[in-house]
């Protein structure tokens, strides 16, 4: 059933480009009803899937696809997946909310945008790496057209650098995975790209220490990996709104779910020779995105710059090794694919679709907060979310992932505190520039308050799903945890974990 | 099983809820629907005073669930004496706020709802019992305060929020860190580490939890370490020197009603932390550095009354007077915790002083909400000025309500017959025999603090009448009954401690056990 996830989606842009060029408001529920199906499907098929106790993954088709290398058309899901192909139905119903007044070739924008979660799916529920790499290749495309023709600021520059650096990434991880596909070879007797099945393969250690690193930073670089994290910023501010809710909402975690999924189970030896490297750079990004964060000038980079920082700990997370860390690092990756994506909805439709300006020098002189008073509170609310404060998603996860981080790591551990300290800081100046500033209008602002459009029924719908998903699993983890924890004591994840601290 | 405690942290935050739904129009019915819901808590709490059996120490009232199993983390709620003190505080403090906070015409429903909210963060403060689900509500409280320092503050309202908020996250943070390292430290193969406090208060007296973490991070300081993240964290809240820097533009950026909360209630949360936490978790860090602990309070409680003699402006002398009453409250806990094997019956010395403190925390609270209530309604008559040398004579114009405050002051000065007396005597009682030399130097803390009360008696109720306030009016039939209240629990608790001592002795005496060992 959870396959329909990622045929829906395609159904939907095929209906999309039969539409008539003009139908804008058609094609908008068009892309709704399709990806609330969607939702609709992941949720049903995840609670009907019926994960067995020890965390093996359940498949849910698996056809040859070519016999001579060993790929096969091969879906299935385990908790991780499930939690991610729920992130993904909800990110695509938000951002699609959020998108509302697009105008512009409005049948075409919903078709990149559903072509690009039908690849987000096809990810998340691929076993096979051969379908996997060609699902996550899949989704440059529509990410490079959503901000080159839709976006803003420096659109063409931002698509360029988005597109050069993942497809550098992705072709480290070619390089590694047709690597480590020889190597099989000789192992198992016959060619096979089986995850489940090379996962059993023991890889020389000589072989993992470089093999290792090439598909882990292929990956991190769309996790935003510092110092591969540069195309993150100028690609979440060039790209409009549903974009940018998508790329630091889902596209983000492609790269973070591949370093699990692919990289660090694959080649657990390798993983634990750079666990150090890893952790040190993920804590740089914490630190180091969370800094640029707090001196930007343009809102949108403040929210562009956090979520290097929040991926920061999702990479912490995945480098502890050990169950409590990666079980952070996956809710983390939820948890930020929601709170990041409410954010760039404010910042990107509420208040720059009205106000027309992301420089805070602007804003401070618009009294956002009483203007919109909804978008105001809303951003308060993404904003304290995305502070970790507990009763929210980001809390459950980042603790978690500090609490793996402290048996592997201390030092590193404290230092990542003063990451989250200078995290309150940004927040709490965007809170203030951006919505509840006193300077007064000036007078060569001519003190015109436009009145602005009222916060419209779909933005609060959007608004309002993502705050729920984020309350929900702050208050109730064990939700997702169930999932999770389950499949990270299974064998797929065995070497990975035994070997490593404790 | 009994929900009181739940209900009663609910009730706040669904009246917030409700009272933020109504909208910015209807503002009669905003303030008056907010006053029900604070009505609502405080019979509750008065219920749970009217329940609660003073003569067990034990925990009262709980409520224990699984949360999240496999961290540890549960929904656990319970009251002894400390806790059922505060609520109590809690519930009288914050409906006489909101009637401060009448004339307030500004996002009137925002402002009622943060205040409610920030009530249910403390009712969820002093009675959650496991350190995620406690450390919730402790941040909770943090964001109403926030904006309602940064919304509806005075001039400097921005920098002093901010600040405000990043002191006390640094604390929060390095709270939550040494949290985590507990849990990490007794996490065995088969259970998950512990939260509890309860849990945690066993261990650490059997020594077990210093062993437990030095076994776990293989260094033989991490004890210390983790001690002090903790102790940031509440130090800051108190705050203790040199922590404080926060406190003065915050008190004084603040709406009055809202400094009134600030100091009447959430203030404690840093010493309800110290009692509830630090002490019976952590007795052999204290223990380890008890001296430069001990004259930290001592600085607190000195430079903070000099400092409040210097200051020129009520609020601030005032904020600065309740840093030296708390630290009166830290001076006492520390001395506590000491061995203090040359006294003679150490028992009933660091009874006395841990009773004092608790009384002190509650006299301190109903005291200095009144002074800042006081403050409020000058405020309101002088169109916002609140120099100390903006007034004088005010005696001739206004006598009663030169009187009125004129009490405040006296009980926060301490004078016999008073609650401020009874607490800070029985801290300097237990005090004396357990850190002479501290204690003895300490007096100069409250000789400065009669100076500069008495100094702003004189300077604004004495002396030639500025002509400006000739006109000024005396206070309302309303006003009258508004601070009637704070100022008759003053003399009933003046002359009748007991009414507070006998619900919290068993307490104490199960804190003193605590610490003994």
Not at chain 1, 25 to 31: D, L, M, P, S
Not at chain 1, 332 to 359: K, P
Request: hydrophobic content about 55%; proline content about 5%.
């Amino acid at each position: 059933m959870l396959a329909w996830t990622i045929y829906i989606s395609f159904l939907g842009v095929l209906v999309l480009m039969l539409l008539p060029r003009d139908a804008a408001r058609a094609a908008r529920i068009v892309a709704l009803s399709t990806a609330v199906l969607g939702c609709a499907v992941a949720f049903v098929g995840a609670i009907q899937l019926q994960l067995p106790a020890t965390g093996e993954a359940v498949a849910i088709t698996q056809t040859p696809w070519i016999p001579s290398i060993g790929a096969s058309y091969y879906l299935a899901a385990d908790g991780i997946s499930l939690v991610l192909v729920i992130l993904t139905g909800l990110a695509a119903v938000a951002g699609i909310l959020f998108s509302w007044n697009i105008e512009k070739r409005t049948k075409e924008f919903f078709a990149f945008y559903l072509a690009l979660i039908g690849g987000v799916y096809g990810v998340f529920l691929s076993f096979d790496l051969l379908l996997l790499f060609v699902f996550y290749e899949l989704t440059i495309i529509p990410k490079y057209f959503l901000i080159a023709r839709w976006g803003s600021t420096r659109k063409e520059y931002g698509a360029m650098k988005l597109a050069l650096y993942s497809f550098v990434g992705s072709h480290l991880v070619l390089i590694g995975l047709i690597a480590a596909w020889v190597v099989a070879r000789s192992q198992l007797g016959h060619p096979s790209l089986d995850l489940i099945e090379l996962s059993k393969v023991v890889f020389p250690a000589a072989f993992q220490h470089w093999v290792f690193p090439l598909v882990f930073v292929g990956f991190a670089i769309l996790a935003g990996m510092w110092p591969f994290h540069t195309w993150a910023p100028t690609g979440h501010v060039a790209a409009p709104t549903a974009g940018s809710m998508l790329l630091a909402g889902v596209v983000m975690k492609l790269g973070a779910y591949g370093c699990l999924r692919v990289a660090m189970v694959l080649f657990p030896e390798g993983a634990r020779e750079w666990q150090w490297v890893i952790a040190a750079l993920a804590v740089t990004g914490i630190i180091y995105g969370a800094g640029v964060a707090l001196v930007q000038r343009d809102f949108k980079f403040v929210i562009g710059y956090s979520s290097v920082s929040h991926m920061g700990f999702v990479l912490l997370g995945l480098a502890t090794l050990n169950t409590i860390g990666l079980d952070g690092a996956v809710l983390q990756m939820f948890s930020h694919g929601i709170i990041a994506g409410l954010l760039f909805g404010v910042v990107g439709r509420m208040v720059y679709d009205r106000t027309h300006t992301r420089d805070f020098n602007d804003l401070e002189r618009m009294n956002v907060g009483k203007l919109l008073p909804f978008a105001g509170v809303t951003f308060v609310i993404a904003g304290v979310a995305s502070m970790g404060l507990p009763g929210f998603s980001g809390f459950v996860a980042e603790f978690q992932v500090l609490m793996g981080a402290w048996q592997v790591f201390p030092k590193l551990t404290i230092l990542s505190g003063v990451g989250i300290i200078v995290g309150v800081a940004y927040t709490l100046r965007a809170i203030q520039k951006g919505f509840y500033s006193d300077i007064p209008p000036t007078a060569q602002d001519g003190h015109e308050e436009h009145p602005m459009e009222p916060i419209s029924v779909p933005e609060r719908a959007g608004a309002v799903l993502l705050i729920a998903a984020s309350l929900v699993i702050g208050l109730f983890p064990t939700l997702l945890m169930n999932w999770i924890e389950p499949c990270l004591r299974s064998p797929l994840f065995a070497r990975l974990l035994n070997g490593g601290a404790q | 099983m009994n929900h009181s405690l739940t209900i009663l942290t609910l009730v706040p935050l669904f009246g917030g809820i409700v009272v933020a739904g109504l909208g910015g129009e209807r503002k009669n019915l905003v303030r008056g629907l907010s006053l029900f819901f604070s009505l609502i808590s405080l019979t509750g709490a008065l219920c749970l005073w009217t329940h609660f059996n003073g003569a067990s120490g034990e925990l009262q009232f709980v409520e224990k669930f699984d949360w999240v199993p496999t961290l540890g983390i549960q929904y656990f709620l319970g009251l002894d004496g400390l806790g059922l003190l505060m609520v109590m505080l809690t519930a009288i403090v914050v409906p006489l706020s909101i009637l401060v906070s009448w004339s307030m015409n500004d996002r009137t429903h925002v402002y009622n709802a943060l205040i409610l909210w920030l009530q249910a963060g403390l009712f969820g403060t002093f009675t959650a019992l496991n350190f995620i689900h406690w450390f919730m509500f402790w941040e909770l409280g943090l964001i109403p305060a926030f904006f309602l320092v940064k919304l509806w503050g005075g001039p400097n309202r921005g920098p002093a929020a901010t600040q405000f908020f990043i002191y006390t996250m640094v604390g929060s943070v390095a709270l939550l860190l040494s949290f985590l390292a507990i849990w990490l430290a007794t996490k065995t193969s088969t259970q998950p580490g512990c939260f509890d406090f309860i849990e945690l208060k066993n261990l650490a007296h059997s020594g077990e939890l210093t062993t437990k973490l030095q076994a776990a991070f293989g260094w033989q300081h991490i004890g210390l370490i983790i001690f002090f993240g903790a102790f940031l964290g509440f130090a800051v809240k108190v705050p203790m020197a040199p922590f404080h820097t926060w406190l003065p533009a915050a008190y004084s950026e603040a709406p009055s009603p809202v400094t009134m909360l600030l100091t009447g209630v959430m203030s404690k949360m840093g010493v309800y932390g110290f009692l509830r936490i630090l002490l019976p978790i952590f007795p052999e860090q204290i223990r380890q550095v008890l001296t430069p602990l001990i004259w930290l309070s001592v600085a607190t409680i000195i430079l903070s009354a000099c400092a409040a003699f210097a200051q020129r402006d009520l609020k601030r002398m005032i904020a600065y007077s309740s840093v030296n009453h708390l630290g009166y409250c830290l001076l006492a806990m520390f001395a506590a915790v000491g061995a203090a094997t040359s006294v003679n019956q150490p028992e009933i010395q660091k009874a006395a002083a841990l009773d004092g403190v608790l009384l002190q925390m509650f006299n301190h609270g109903l005291t200095a909400s009144a002074l800042f209530l006081f403050v409020a309604l000058i405020e309101k008559r002088s169109a916002g000025l609140r120099g100390l040398d903006d007034f004088g004579g005010l005696r001739k114009v206004v006598p009663v309500f030169t009187g009125l405050m004129g009490i405040a002051l006296f009980s926060s000065l301490g004078l016999p017959g008073l609650n401020g007396f009874v607490g800070e005597f029985l801290i300097f009682k237990g005090v004396f025999p357990l850190a002479p030399w501290a204690a003895a130097v300490s007096t100069v803390g409250l000789l400065v603090t009669a100076i500069f009360l008495l100094t702003l008696i004189q300077r604004v109720f004495c002396g030639p009448l500025n002509e400006r306030w000739l006109h000024m009016p005396d206070l309302t039939t309303a006003e009258r009954f508004l601070v009637l209240p704070s100022i008759a629990l003053m003399f009933i608790l003046g002359v009748w401690p007991q009414l507070i001592l006998g619900t919290i002795d068993a307490t104490v005496v199960k804190l003193v056990q605590q610490l003994t060992f």
